[in-house]
């Protein structure tokens, strides 16, 4: 298992565009998070699944994100109406829920608004 | 609810001197805690963490940090720094026995090594 992998590593598309970016965790993690992370911050956290189930949502999952993880294996993020202010690194972790709370991170997509 | 505050967003150090890189937490059930390396265009590693036991935990590269619980404080140290330590450190919070799964970051420091 080489990890968590996401695709694409960039992208950068215009105001108003839909995206979506894809997470493939490590294949025995059953939960799958987002987090998004700006120029000099700390990632934040935006959702969570374990299997199939979103259990939670930050307040900053604004209704033009929507997150899913239909089979319990892949995940899917996608921003509709791309405004500049999404401009950030989309970075995607999964763990196996054991009690060592450790998340094993992907490389993240990076997405550009103009 | 939990957070992190990490004391200083830029920390600089000549190659071979201590390392201290400072984390305080809040948290209203007992926690686990985190300290994550983010090298540039790469995803986060795990450094060390702490989840119950020891309090001073030991992780990759030479890295430790201690537990203090009546300070909720979890600050990272290197006795003597190397240049490939030059990268950005993110300190985290999370429930212990994993409840809610998630994880809380702080901003970050980012540590420079002069030679």
């Known amino acids: 298992d080489t990890g968590v992998s996401q695709d694409p590593r960039h992208k950068i598309t215009k105001r108003g565009q839909n995206v979506t970016f894809r997470c493939d965790p490590i294949?025995?993690?059953?939960?799958l998070y987002w987090y998004r992370q700006t120029l000099g911050q700390g990632p934040e956290f935006l959702t969570y699944?374990?299997?199939?189930?979103?259990?939670?949502k930050s307040r900053l999952l604004s209704d033009r994100f929507s997150a899913e993880r239909p089979k319990g294996s892949f995940s899917t993020l996608e921003i509709q109406r791309t405004e500049q202010g999404d401009s950030a690194m989309y970075l995607c972790?999964?763990?196996?829920?054991?009690?060592?709370?450790?998340?094993?991170f992907g490389e993240g997509s990076r997405l550009t608004v103009l | 609810a939990q957070s992190v505050t990490q004391l200083g967003s830029h920390v600089s150090v000549s190659e071979g001197a201590l390392v201290l890189l400072r984390c305080n937490y809040s948290s209203s059930v007992p926690p686990y805690l985190f300290w994550y390396v983010q090298y540039p265009n790469q995803g986060l590693q795990l450094l060390l963490k702490y989840t119950t036991g020891a309090t001073l935990v030991k992780g990759i590269n030479g890295f430790e940090a201690e537990f203090k619980k009546s300070e909720t404080s979890f600050h990272l140290t290197k006795p003597s720094a190397h240049m490939s330590d030059a990268a950005e450190y993110f300190c985290?919070?999370?429930?212990?026995?994993?409840?809610?799964?998630?994880?809380?970051f702080g901003q970050g420091t980012e540590l420079s090594v002069k030679p």
């Open positions: 972790a999964s763990s196996s829920g054991s009690n060592t709370g450790e998340l094993f």
């Open positions: 699944f374990q299997n199939e189930a979103q259990l939670e």
């Open positions: 985290a919070v999370g429930r212990q026995n994993n409840q809610g799964g998630k994880l809380i």
């Open positions: 294949s025995e993690h059953n939960r």
